[in-house]
């Protein structure tokens, strides 16, 4: 059990291991792919300046993600409950979702400007279709023997979906969540990376145009860190409010 547990950080630490023993091997140019020693040396003397666009774009994402966890559990409710509204807005939605966020960020930095306001709301735009979806089938899927049990005796519609499918859907809903906050980070940084005075898509950007490759590469070790942190605190709060879902599993159990 306890070699589970630390399975992740050996496959991390082998992989590192790997490329600097390939980059060494076949003496491959820094600013080809660097070695992990040389962008975690650069992660060191650039780390004030790694710490301040980390914490903008950290901002940035949990902002976004927030209100996308927000408004995608009311719409989901709303779609999962009701055929019209389903018929009415689900096409809406799929239209919307396959168009590319990077394409909304020049028109959002022409409505509010270079700045936080369009990467909080490209994270919230390019992570919210998924919590949608997954908390609407979670509504749709309480079995209809189920409910003609709860209306004859006497639960209305309303105390129905509070009681029974809004809890039945928390499950797809954490799920679509672990999804959804590494959209969120893929959507800060995408605005970052074309309209932005700071963020770590915004230092990226520096590193590449001076080719500073392993900075570059630390910024994308930064953005892989906080994703996981934020998959793990995710994944933590769904053990907690689900375990149920999972009884009798090895999840339960882990």
Same mark, same amino acid.
């Given at each position: 059990?306890?070699?589970?547990?630390?399975?992740?950080?050996?496959?991390?630490?082998?992989?590192?291991?790997?490329?600097?023993? !390939?980059?060494?091997?076949?003496?491959?140019?820094?600013?080809?792919?660097?070695?992990?020693?040389?962008?975690?040396?650069?992660?060191?003397?650039?780390?004030?300046?790694?710490?301040?666009?980390?914490?903008?774009?950290?901002?940035?994402?949990?902002?976004?993600?927030?209100?996308?966890? @927000? !408004?995608?559990?009311?719409?989901?409710?709303?779609?999962?409950?009701?055929?019209?509204?389903?018929?009415?807005?689900?096409?809406?939605?799929?239209?919307?979702?396959?168009?590319?966020?990077?394409?909304?960020?020049?028109?959002?930095?022409?409505?509010?400007? @270079?700045?936080?306001?369009?990467?909080?709301?490209?994270?919230?735009?390019?992570?919210?279709?998924?919590?949608?979806?997954?908390?609407?089938?979670?509504?749709?899927?309480?079995?209809?023997?189920?409910?003609?049990?709860?209306?004859?005796?006497?639960?209305?519609?309303?105390?129905?979906?509070?009681?029974?499918?809004?809890?039945?859907?928390?499950?797809?809903?954490? !799920?679509?969540?672990?999804?959804?906050?590494?959209?969120?980070?893929?959507?800060?940084?995408?605005?970052?990376?074309?309209?932005?005075?700071?963020?770590?898509?915004?230092?990226?950007?520096?590193?590449?145009?001076?080719?500073?490759?392993?900075?570059?590469?630390?910024?994308?070790?930064?953005?892989?860190?906080?994703?996981?942190?934020?998959?793990?605190?995710?994944?933590?709060?769904?053990?907690?409010?689900?375990?149920?879902?999972?009884?009798?599993?090895?999840?339960?159990?882990?």
């Amino acid at each position: 059990m306890k070699l589970q547990r630390h399975m992740p950080w050996l496959v991390v630490v082998a992989l590192f291991l790997v490329w600097e023993g !390939a980059v060494r091997l076949f003496h491959v140019a820094p600013f080809i792919l660097p070695r992990p020693t040389a962008f975690l040396e650069a992660l060191w003397i650039w780390r004030a300046e790694i710490a301040m666009h980390s914490a903008q774009t950290f901002m940035t994402t949990v902002a976004g993600f927030g209100i996308a966890m @927000v !408004a995608g559990m009311a719409l989901g409710v709303a779609v999962g409950s009701s055929a019209w509204v389903y018929r009415s807005v689900y096409s809406l939605l799929i239209g919307f979702n396959t168009i590319p966020k990077v394409a909304l960020v020049p028109i959002l930095v022409m409505w509010f400007g @270079v700045g936080s306001v369009p990467a909080i709301l490209t994270a919230f735009l390019i992570s919210f279709f998924p919590i949608v979806v997954n908390v609407a089938t979670g509504i749709a899927t309480v079995e209809p023997e189920l409910q003609d049990v709860l209306r004859a005796l006497g639960a209305r519609k309303r105390d129905i979906i509070w009681r029974i499918g809004i809890p039945r859907s928390l499950p797809y809903y954490f !799920a679509s969540l672990k999804i959804a906050i590494t959209f969120a980070f893929v959507g800060s940084i995408v605005s970052e990376n074309v309209a932005a005075n700071s963020g770590i898509g915004h230092l990226m950007t520096v590193a590449s145009s001076r080719f500073e490759v392993p900075l570059a590469f630390a910024a994308l070790f930064v953005i892989a860190l906080m994703g996981v942190l934020m998959y793990v605190l995710t994944a933590t709060v769904e053990k907690r409010m689900t375990a149920w879902s999972v009884r009798g599993t090895h999840l339960a159990a882990g």
